[in-house]
């Protein structure tokens, strides 16, 4: 099992990763570490591979998972082992787990020491305002670190122009998160991580690290929907030690 550490400045009993699709008891199309329970793998084999993340960190309380829907709901994680919809969680209790599940989306962390959220954010929630809902749960904006899990990178994710506009309307300084292709009318490539950084920066984060990566161009470590259709997904976790 391959897990991947965000590197940023943060205290010590912050605790976070991301999965990737090494290891785990998925076959086929959903070869690996598949932790989406909605996406058609065999669920023995799903369930399988959440208990051995589960042990590999060493979490004790059930993780607070979320039936995603591309919206701007932010829920407290409970240990209760019941699934809520909403595409967010935050927590400030100790050894719970909060996690978005994604395959191109972007999984956005925030903590400021005292507490954690993660966002699972697309375009649609990005538009709609699902970070600005997740920073909306610390009571200094200003305190908080964020870092940028693996998404579909700039190189890779084609969006038409009703994207680049949605964006626009609301922050003009999108625009320079936009290349036009060349020989395509109306259609451009974005940069998500750009497009996240500028929303976090707009409502007063500071501090915001990583956007390193391309899910779709790294079949090796990334499930991706967008290069695959059917696939699994990879997990951000964020908990407090």
């Not at 995603?68 to 050894?95: E, I, K, L, N, T």
């Given at each position: 099992?391959?897990?991947?550490?965000?590197?940023?400045?943060?205290?010590?009993?912050?605790?976070?990763?991301?999965?990737?699709?090494?290891?785990?008891?998925?076959?086929?199309?959903?070869?690996?570490?598949?932790?989406?329970?909605?996406?058609?793998?065999?669920?023995?084999?799903?369930?399988?591979?959440?208990?051995?993340?589960?042990?590999?960190?060493?979490?004790?309380?059930?993780?607070?998972?979320?039936?995603q829907v591309h919206g701007v709901d932010v829920v407290q994680a409970v240990a209760d082992g019941q699934v809520?919809?909403?595409?967010?969680?935050w927590s400030d209790q100790p050894g719970l787990a909060c996690v978005v599940?994604?395959?191109?989306?972007?999984?956005?962390?925030?903590?400021?020491?005292?507490?954690?959220?993660?966002?699972?954010?697309?375009?649609?929630?990005?538009?709609?305002?699902?970070?600005?809902?997740?920073?909306?749960?610390?009571?200094?904006?200003?305190?908080?670190?964020?870092?940028?899990?693996?998404?579909?990178?700039?190189?890779?994710?084609?969006?038409?122009?009703?994207?680049?506009?949605?964006?626009?309307?609301?922050?003009?300084?999108?625009?320079?998160?936009?290349?036009?292709?060349?020989?395509?009318?109306?259609?451009?490539?974005?940069?998500?991580?750009?497009?996240?950084?500028?929303?976090?920066?707009?409502?007063?984060?500071?501090?915001?690290?990583?956007?390193?990566?391309?899910?779709?161009?790294?079949?090796?470590?990334?499930?991706?929907?967008?290069?695959?259709?059917?696939?699994?997904?990879?997990?951000?976790?964020?908990?407090?030690?």
């Amino acid at each position: 099992m391959k897990l991947l550490r965000p590197q940023w400045p943060v205290s010590g009993r912050v605790q976070a990763c991301v999965s990737t699709r090494q290891g785990g008891a998925s076959r086929g199309a959903f070869q690996g570490l598949n932790l989406g329970d909605h996406v058609g793998d065999d669920p023995q084999s799903v369930a399988q591979n959440r208990q051995n993340l589960a042990a590999q960190l060493g979490l004790e309380r059930p993780a607070q998972w979320l039936q995603q829907v591309h919206g701007v709901d932010v829920v407290q994680a409970v240990a209760d082992g019941q699934v809520r919809q909403a595409d967010a969680c935050w927590s400030d209790q100790p050894g719970l787990a909060c996690v978005v599940m994604t395959a191109d989306c972007l999984p956005v962390f925030f903590s400021d020491g005292c507490k954690v959220a993660v966002a699972h954010a697309g375009w649609r929630g990005l538009v709609a305002g699902i970070l600005e809902n997740t920073l909306a749960v610390f009571e200094r904006p200003e305190q908080v670190h964020c870092w940028l899990g693996p998404a579909i990178g700039p190189e890779a994710f084609e969006v038409g122009a009703e994207v680049q506009e949605a964006f626009c309307v609301a922050h003009p300084a999108a625009a320079e998160a936009f290349v036009a292709r060349v020989g395509v009318p109306g259609k451009y490539f974005a940069d998500i991580y750009a497009l996240a950084r500028l929303r976090l920066e707009a409502i007063g984060v500071a501090s915001v690290s990583g956007g390193d990566f391309c899910t779709l161009n790294d079949a090796q470590n990334f499930y991706s929907y967008r290069r695959d259709g059917e696939t699994g997904r990879m997990a951000s976790l964020i908990w407090l030690a």
